[in-house]
């Protein structure tokens, strides 16, 4: 069973609308990590965080470490969001451990 | 901004061949990390390496080995490439403080036929 669990595998929207994704986790973590990979395979760090939220234009990132639960929103979603989010987690040390993704798709 | 550079975009090889990966970075980023990726699994550790000279196995190494003899290049060796291996291969690097964020590499899309 994966430690982390990303719901949900994929989800569709309309141009526009307001998006969350998902991600829990099984034990106690030192950071969770959201990344973006679009077509093509390059992946970027979207966000990095242990406590509260973070806001970086039209994403928002928010943890409860109480839940082990985090989510990603997207904000007034446009078809250049569509992508893979990956959620990952570390424990203390450098390593990260990944959920399988949500692919995203945003319609015009 | 650190850049991390791999080598091959996309790459087709033989069964039994000896495969090279490589990736570089520019920045004095101390740890190293070479994932794969396969559909409904997420990326997987294959090996990584904290200094040079220095490495640790990941959650699948079998078949695999790395090298690293200068800090900035990180190489992923298949010593004999299985069809198994089909992947798409991921080079990542981070400062080496617990929880600073990781750069990737853009993929190597690697297919063994």
């Known amino acids: 069973k994966n430690e982390v669990e990303q719901s949900p595998q994929n989800l569709t929207a309309q141009e526009g609308e307001f998006i969350t994704i998902n991600c829990s986790y099984s034990?106690?973590?030192?950071?969770l990590h959201w990344l973006q990979q679009h077509p093509g395979g390059g992946i970027v760090s979207l966000f990095m965080?242990?406590?509260g939220k973070k806001k970086h234009g039209r994403l928002i990132a928010t943890i409860n470490i109480q839940e082990k639960h985090s989510s990603l929103h997207i904000t007034a979603s446009h078809p250049r969001d569509s992508a893979v989010y990956i959620c990952a987690v570390s424990y203390n040390t450098d390593k990260l451990i990944f959920g399988t993704g949500t692919r995203l798709q945003v319609f015009p | 901004d650190v850049k991390v550079t791999q080598s091959s975009r996309y790459l087709v090889k033989r069964t039994g061949e000896k495969v090279f990966l490589e990736c570089v970075q520019d920045m004095d980023h101390e740890n190293m990390f070479w994932y794969r990726q396969d559909p409904g699994l997420g990326l997987r550790l294959i090996y990584f390496?904290?200094?040079?000279?220095?490495?640790e196995k990941g959650d699948i190494p079998e078949g695999y080995s790395v090298s690293r003899e200068k800090k900035e290049r990180f190489s992923l060796i298949l010593e004999s490439a299985s069809t198994n291996q089909t992947s798409m291969y991921l080079c990542a690097t981070d400062l080496g403080l617990a929880n600073y964020g990781y750069t990737f590499g853009s993929g190597t899309r690697l297919t063994v036929v």
């Open positions: 034990v106690g973590i030192s950071a």
């Open positions: 390496s904290y200094d040079v000279k220095m490495k």
């Open positions: 965080l242990s406590s």
